[in-house]
């Protein structure tokens, strides 16, 4: 006999699935517009045109997008992370705070974002603890822009991480690194020489690295991991070499060389460098709140980019 499911774990596994950011929309019969943040979007078919969307049955809109003649879906660009927080709250002045505009249909069409449709309502599909809306296209638009992504229970900018590990590997040297948690443990690698602790990367031998190449090798054996966010991007003064590690997960028993520290366990004074220290204290410290940010500058000093953590489809 299967054991039963936990939601809890299940709802983490599908966060892992990465997507866009959208905002749904519709408005109620004296014309008030309501919306909420979605990522639950998905195209359908080109002819007829039609897409779906979910909306879970205890959201109190959900009578008023069963009801109308239709609803537009909004893709949301890296600049309107407010605007995502904003529709996934239950604020009741969520229109007088974001531009918009009605299109033909009536519907709310959110200014400025990656592309938008307007769609009349096709059918209602009962689906669990959610229902599924399809609405036949009519009218849309696009351009071009970066998206804002969803994972993990955060939003995460494209652009933004884009840009860091561009400006990096225009440096005289690059390293690539991963930040690797299972089960409340880092995996750190440990020199038999020196004794020193360092966080698993490559690069450090003057190759040229690549962040398939770092998943690759991390990957031999038993091991199977999972990179799925920029953590940190520096440049070492000293050297001139920049610095770039990302965060995520793994699964399976340490490779030779490296072992699983639980956080309790970390060897703070054999660390290989300051940089170090610092940038694991602050993964400890995020981990702990599930608040991750972005690390820019050098070894020294920098700004720290926080990314938001408010979860995608609430609804009023």
Not at 81 to 98: E, I, P, Q, Y
């Amino acid at each position: 006999m299967m054991s039963p499911i936990d939601p809890r774990k299940l709802r983490n596994a599908f966060g892992k699935f990465a997507t866009g950011v959208t905002i749904i929309t519709t408005v109620e019969s004296n014309g008030t517009p309501r919306g909420f943040t979605a990522n639950s979007f998905t195209s359908v078919s080109l002819d007829p045109p039609l897409l779906l969307v979910c909306i879970d049955k205890s959201a109190a809109s959900l009578p008023v997008f069963q009801e109308g003649k239709g609803f537009a879906v909004n893709i949301l660009v890296e600049a309107q992370k407010n605007a995502a927080g904003l529709f996934a709250s239950h604020r009741a002045d969520k229109f007088n705070s974001v531009p918009w505009h009605s299109g033909r249909l009536g519907m709310p069409l959110i200014d400025d974002v990656l592309a938008w449709f307007e769609c009349v309502s096709e059918n209602h599909v009962d689906a669990g603890d959610h229902v599924i809306l399809i609405g036949r296209i009519t009218d849309f638009d696009y351009r071009n822009a970066q998206p804002l992504g969803y994972a993990g229970g955060g939003y995460f900018n494209l652009g933004l991480e884009q840009s860091l590990v561009d400006v990096a590997s225009k440096g005289t040297g690059i390293i690539i690194g991963a930040v690797l948690e299972q089960d409340g443990a880092l995996l750190l690698k440990e020199d038999d020489k020196t004794s020193k602790v360092s966080v698993p990367a490559i690069g450090r031998d003057g190759t040229q690295p690549s962040l398939p190449r770092l998943v690759k090798e991390l990957s031999s054996g038993d091991l199977s991991v999972s990179i799925d966010f920029l953590f940190a991007v520096y440049e070492d003064l000293k050297t001139g070499v920049h610095v770039v590690y990302y965060r995520g997960m793994a699964s399976g028993p340490a490779l030779a060389g490296t072992r699983f520290f639980s956080f309790d366990e970390i060897p703070w004074d054999r660390l290989i460098d300051d940089p170090t220290h610092s940038m694991l204290e602050r993964y400890v410290r995020e981990f702990k709140y599930g608040n991750f940010a972005i690390y820019m500058g050098d070894d020294i000093e920098g700004k720290v980019h926080a990314l938001d953590t408010k979860t995608a489809g609430s609804d009023t």
